[in-house]
Antibody
Framework: EVQLVESGGGLVQPGGSLRLSCAAS????????MSWVRQAPGKGLEWVAN????????YYVDSVKGRFTISRDNAKNSLYLQMNSLRAEDTAVYYC??????????????WGQGTLVTVSS | SYELTQPPSVSVSPGQTANITCSGD??????ACWYQQKPGQSPVLVIY???KRPSGIPERFSGSNSGNTATLTISGTQALDEADYYC????????FGGGTKLTVL
């Protein structure tokens, strides 16, 4: 059974940092692009970043470029999101998603349960 | 940047057909997919590559994509289909539509 389990969310002050993790199981993690997608309270889905199977390509939404870093450890079947210089507008539930499409075009066939990040003083 | 536009809300009577649209420039030249999200739950992929249904998704869900519009069609809509629906495509990056709240009344 495919499982994605996020962790690392919490309350952080503006300007602070947080590292999210996503533990994958039930499939060959190294075969898939992976993404982070967020959802602000009461709002829609917003793609944040994705990473190629071997980590050689990474892409970000403009609003997080230079502040967030996506990475993965295929030996540990884990995906990460390092978030620095956090702002109030980064407050959201962060989901990790497995990309069905092998080209990094999205089409997320599995999602985690999400982890809430709250940026507030 | 590329934008996908969805109506904020769609209403349908039980047993009727619901059509949810997603508009974007030359969207028909790209693959579109659709997600269903119920309150407090993670999204679920219901249509991918315009017209394909993942295993476990009921046959009443179907999709189409042509010109500038992709459409999610739910035939014989049931109360349990009430949810938010999001379209998604790729144009230099992954893009989501703003979402449509489907009400079954």
């Amino acid at each position: 059974e495919v499982q994605l389990v996020e962790s690392g969310g919490g309350l952080v002050q503006p300007g602070g940092s947080l590292r999210l993790s996503c533990a994958a199981s039930g499939f060959t993690f190294s075969n898939y692009w992976m993404s982070w997608v967020r959802q602000a309270p009461g709002k829609g889905l917003e793609w944040v970043a994705n990473i190629k199977q071997d980590g050689s390509e990474k892409y970000y939404v403009d609003s997080v470029k230079g502040r967030f870093t996506i990475s993965r450890d295929n030996a540990k079947n884990s995906l990460y999101l390092q978030m620095n210089s956090l702002r109030a507008e980064d407050t959201a539930v962060y989901y990790c998603g497995r990309e069905f499409d092998s080209r990094g075009y999205g089409e997320f066939d599995y999602w985690g349960q999400g982890t809430l990040v709250t940026v507030s003083s | 940047s590329y934008e996908l536009t969805q109506p904020p809300s769609v209403s349908v009577s039980p047993g009727q057909t619901a059509n949810i649209t997603c508009s974007g420039d030359k969207l028909g030249d790209k693959y579109a997919c659709w997600y269903q999200q119920k309150p407090g739950q993670s999204p679920v992929l219901v249509i991918y590559q315009d017209i394909k249904r993942p295993s476990g998704i009921p046959e009443r869900f179907s999709g189409s994509n042509s010109g500038n519009t992709a459409t999610l069609t739910i035939s014989g809509t049931q109360a349990l289909d009430e949810a938010d629906y999001y379209c998604q495509a790729w144009d230099s990056s992954v893009v989501f539509g703003g979402g449509t709240k489907l009400t079954v009344l």
